[in-house]
């Protein structure tokens, strides 16, 4: 099972929250939403197979990053996977628009040529992202809880991009819409917890199996099969992070 991105840090319990997920052999993506967040985490995770740390600049905090660019740029080095970043128009963001184009535009010139799993944010901007992503030159990403339209989705796919899938989205109209448009081998789980509910819980890593369960039903195979494409999908993103590693 693979959660390609969730806010461990933000439980009330992330130690416990991380227990579970290890034991349930969850591959979890943990995504941070500055980087003195992922400092603070760094140290406990370095007991977990299944954690990966993932080095973020959330733009629903534009008003930390100037501070936190530094720290970026410093700690980029110490993981290979990236999130959560991105662009939010959405009315909670809209007024720092300029500053999030400013710092998604730096976090993207700081990668470079880099490789990196990169998981990002586009609430209402997915134009927008989508077009700075093109500028820099960088694809492949996963585009998380993807709510936008279906033709920038479609643009999207063209460059190459992946979308990850929750809990939620399985359970709305638009979200199975979306759905519906991807290909087999472009989708990834996530739960996005502890955002996500599931009845009257926030959603953990082994909520992935709803997502799977779901596909399942939806390209009429089995919830084995479904996870082994995931995974598939999920290692054809790493596999030229793996590369750089060995080579270095």
Same mark, same amino acid.
């Given at each position: 099972?693979?959660?390609?991105?969730?806010?461990?840090?933000?439980?009330?319990?992330?130690?416990?929250?991380?227990?579970?997920? %290890?034991?349930?052999?969850?591959?979890?993506?943990?995504?941070?939403?500055?980087?003195?967040?992922?400092?603070?985490?760094?140290?406990?995770?370095?007991?977990?197979?299944?954690?990966?740390?993932?080095?973020?600049?959330?733009?629903?905090?534009?008003?930390?990053?100037?501070?936190?660019?530094?720290?970026?740029?410093?700690?980029?080095?110490?993981?290979?996977?990236?999130?959560?970043?991105?662009?939010? *128009?959405? /009315?909670?963001?809209?007024?720092?628009?300029?500053?999030?184009?400013?710092?998604?535009?730096? =976090?993207?010139?700081?990668?470079?040529?880099?490789?990196?799993?990169?998981?990002?944010?586009?609430?209402?901007?997915?134009?927008?992202?989508?077009?700075?992503?093109? %500028?820099?030159?960088?694809?492949?990403?996963? *585009?998380?809880?993807?709510?936008?339209?279906?033709?920038?989705?479609?643009?999207?796919?063209?460059?190459?991009?992946?979308?990850?899938?929750?809990?939620?989205?399985?359970?709305?109209?638009?979200?199975?819409?979306?759905?519906? /448009?991807?290909?087999?081998?472009?989708?990834?789980?996530?739960?996005?917890?502890?955002? =996500?509910?599931?009845?009257?819980?926030?959603?953990?890593?082994?909520?992935?199996?709803?997502?799977?369960?779901?596909?399942?039903?939806?390209?009429?195979?089995?919830?084995? %099969?479904?996870? /082994? /494409? =995931?995974? %598939?999908? *999920?290692?054809?993103?790493?596999?030229?992070?793996?590369?750089?590693?060995?080579?270095?």
């Amino acid at each position: 099972m693979i959660d390609s991105h969730c806010h461990i840090d933000l439980y009330s319990r992330p130690t416990e929250v991380a227990d579970r997920a %290890e034991r349930a052999g969850v591959l979890t993506v943990v995504v941070t939403n500055l980087p003195s967040a992922f400092e603070r985490a760094y140290p406990h995770i370095q007991n977990y197979k299944q954690i990966r740390l993932a080095l973020g600049l959330h733009p629903l905090v534009a008003d930390q990053h100037v501070a936190e660019r530094k720290g970026f740029a410093s700690l980029i080095d110490k993981t290979s996977y990236i999130g959560e970043i991105g662009l939010d *128009f959405s /009315r909670a963001g809209y007024a720092s628009r300029d500053l999030q184009i400013e710092s998604f535009r730096f =976090v993207l010139a700081t990668l470079g040529g880099r490789p990196k799993f990169i998981t990002l944010h586009s609430r209402r901007a997915e134009s927008t992202v989508l077009d700075l992503l093109q %500028e820099a030159q960088r694809s492949p990403v996963v *585009f998380h809880w993807y709510s936008g339209s279906l033709k920038t989705l479609d643009l999207a796919l063209g460059d190459g991009h992946y979308f990850s899938v929750n809990p939620s989205m399985v359970a709305s109209p638009n979200g199975q819409k979306i759905i519906g /448009r991807l290909p087999p081998d472009r989708i990834l789980t996530e739960t996005d917890g502890p955002f =996500v509910m599931v009845g009257d819980r926030a959603a953990e890593p082994m909520d992935v199996t709803l997502v799977e369960a779901y596909l399942a039903s939806l390209w009429r195979t089995t919830a084995m %099969e479904v996870r /082994r /494409r =995931v995974k %598939e999908n *999920f290692l054809a993103i790493v596999r030229p992070v793996r590369l750089v590693k060995r080579v270095q």
